[in-house]
């Protein structure tokens, strides 16, 4: 059984697509933001794609290369479902494997020594993956380490739990707090507990956050300096996901 993927999320996915929408345009917004190829290639390598439901084809369109990695054997044809068409009229190379991409993370770079990889809501799933915390977290930190001197963007959970239900549903998309941005601090001012920015408390007393939420162990994916986004994923009724997002360019 897959924690993180498989039926059920391609399911709940297709289900709640319209209570997505808004999540999905901030992604789409900070995705066009990605760093420019230092040379011509134009390839993009998805960790973690499932059927790509949170990315738009659009998108995937202006790379000449795009592979997708997922543990899940349904993830394949259904990315080709949803983006095959759009990517042959762009003539975009499309390859979807069935694989453990983090586990064999150095096999998926050298295979793609040019690629921007894109880490697609994966690695705050990865302590559903592990046995305990503390191994999820140097995963993590392992993951993140080994994509040192590449260009990539990670799109994941920081935090999930509960809200007062009126933030999701499908007419409230209006009410889901607007993208926020912040810079990363460096790792021992966070380790201190130092204050969250300003717009950060705002942006959680936004979510109208009830009870604890869950930490998704994501808080040192990003260098000290990174620009990052906060999305907020209205995932179900009741139950919505801070989402954090990035890019690094060496
Ligand atoms: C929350 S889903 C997000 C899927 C996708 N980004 C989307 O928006 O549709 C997380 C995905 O990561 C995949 N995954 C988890 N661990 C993985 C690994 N080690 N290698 C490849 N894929 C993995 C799961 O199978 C699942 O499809």
Same mark, same amino acid.
């Given at each position: 059984?897959?924690?993180? /993927? /498989? ?10 697509? *319209?209570?997505?929408?808004?999540? %999905? ?12 190829? $230092?040379?011509?290639? %134009?390839?993009? !390598?998805? =960790? ?7 990315? @738009? ?18 993830? *394949? ?8 068409? *759009? ?9 979807? $494997? ?56 990670? =799109? ?12 999701? /549903?499908? *007419?409230?998309?209006?009410? =889901? ?7 990363? @601090? ?6 201190? /507990?130092?204050?969250?920015? =300003? ?28 620009? !990052?986004?906060?999305?907020?994923? @209205?995932?179900?009724?009741?139950? %919505? ?10």
């Amino acid at each position: 059984m897959n924690p993180s /993927g /498989g039926l059920f999320w391609h399911w709940h996915a297709w289900r709640h697509q *319209a209570q997505w929408r808004a999540t %999905c345009a901030d992604i789409a917004q900070w995705l066009d933001q990605m760093p420019p190829a $230092k040379d011509a290639s %134009c390839e993009l !390598v998805i =960790v973690g794609a499932s059927a790509g439901w949170m990315v @738009p084809s659009a998108w995937l369109q202006g790379f000449q290369t795009v592979t997708t990695y997922d543990l899940d054997r349904w993830a *394949a044809p259904m990315f080709r479902l949803r983006h095959g068409a *759009a990517l042959r009229a762009s003539r975009t190379d499309l390859q979807c $494997k069935t694989a453990d991409a983090l586990g064999d993370l150095d096999a998926v770079l050298h295979a793609h020594p040019r690629a921007l990889v894109l880490f697609d809501n994966v690695l705050g799933q990865l302590r559903f993956h592990t046995p305990s915390v503390e191994e999820a977290s140097r995963r993590i930190e392992t993951i993140t380490t080994r994509m040192h001197g590449r260009r990539w963007g990670s =799109v994941h959970d920081a935090f999930s739990g509960r809200t007062q239900s009126h933030i999701s /549903g499908r *007419a409230s998309n209006a009410s =889901v707090p607007a993208m926020q941005q912040s810079v990363q @601090p460096p790792a021992p001012q966070q380790a201190q /507990g130092a204050a969250r920015p =300003v717009a950060l408390g705002r942006f959680s007393r936004q979510l109208h956050a009830q009870g604890e939420w869950l930490d998704h162990l994501t808080d040192q994916v990003f260098p000290a300096g990174t620009r !990052v986004h906060h999305i907020a994923w @209205p995932y179900s009724p009741g139950y %919505c996901h801070w989402l954090q997002a990035g890019w690094i360019n060496p």
